[in-house]
């Protein structure tokens, strides 16, 4: 019942953008920081971006001034805009929250940049 659920990923050539979308299945995320982390094989997961339930963000240094994290609380979703993507964000996209006490994964979205 409480879950996530990653969406948007897809294939996209460098340069382009994408904008990936983390569903919570309730409000009882929405008190808590949210996260975006990337996998990509053979790779350690990395955090990417974060936003906290007032809106500050964090963001990777690879990421920054590319990638933009922002919450839709009526909607109890997660984005993540995706600009100026280069072959290098190619990973699977996971969001991470925090509700009734744990932590939360959604089951991943796939970002394929070529170039």
């Known amino acids: 019942q409480v879950q996530l659920a990653e969406s948007g990923g897809g294939l996209v050539q460098a340069g382009g953008s994408l904008r990936l979308s983390c569903a919570a299945s309730g409000s009882a995320f929405s008190r808590n920081v949210m996260n975006w982390y990337r996998q990509a094989p053979g790779n350690q997961r990395e955090l990417v971006a974060q936003i906290t339930s007032g809106g500050s963000t964090n963001y990777a240094d690879s990421v920054k001034g590319r990638f933009a994290i922002s919450r839709d609380n009526a909607k109890n979703t997660v984005y993540l805009q995706m600009n100026s993507l280069k072959p290098e964000d190619t990973a699977v996209y996971y969001c991470?929250?925090?509700?009734?006490?744990?932590?939360?994964w959604g089951q991943g979205t796939q970002v394929t940049v070529s170039s």
């Open positions: 991470n929250g925090i509700a009734y006490g744990k932590w939360y």
